[in-house]
């Protein structure tokens, strides 16, 4: 997945330290988010989006073609429910942030698993001792 926040930090007239400000984190924060090296929760890249005049997913847009791949689009959506799923099964109660966090997290794994295999799915299973340990 290919991240757009430096391009839609620039294209909204932002430095990378007024950004920072608006968004209540450090230069520092706001340039590992932009460079992928640290995660950011999609409540934050909603906030991003928001500051910067665009929506979420055209932060996550591939810059060659402009358009989310669909590949990308099936994993989060197998993701979300599979998440969803567990979380219902188990009666987990986990704030919305903390859910978030999880697809995200999981949505990564899963892209970088399958990027070598996109006819491959989703599988949630090989997580459940994560998940558990996380909730």
Do not use: W
């Amino acid at each position: 997945m290919k991240l757009n926040f430096r391009e839609m930090r620039n294209r909204a007239g932002y430095t990378l330290e007024t950004a920072a400000d608006r968004m209540g984190l450090s230069p520092s924060q706001v340039s590992r988010i932009e460079s992928g090296t640290s995660d950011t929760s999609l409540r934050r890249t909603q906030e991003f989006a928001q500051l910067y005049g665009c929506t979420a997913a055209e932060l996550i847009r591939d810059p060659k073609d402009g358009v989310v791949e669909t590949f990308h689009l099936t994993i989060l959506k197998d993701v979300i429910l599979g998440v969803d799923g567990f979380i219902t099964k188990n009666q987990l109660d986990l704030t919305s942030d903390r859910k978030a966090e999880l697809i995200v997290s999981f949505f990564k794994m899963e892209a970088d698993r399958l990027k070598d295999d996109p006819t491959g799915e989703v599988d949630l299973d090989r997580y459940q001792s994560i998940i558990a340990a996380l909730t």
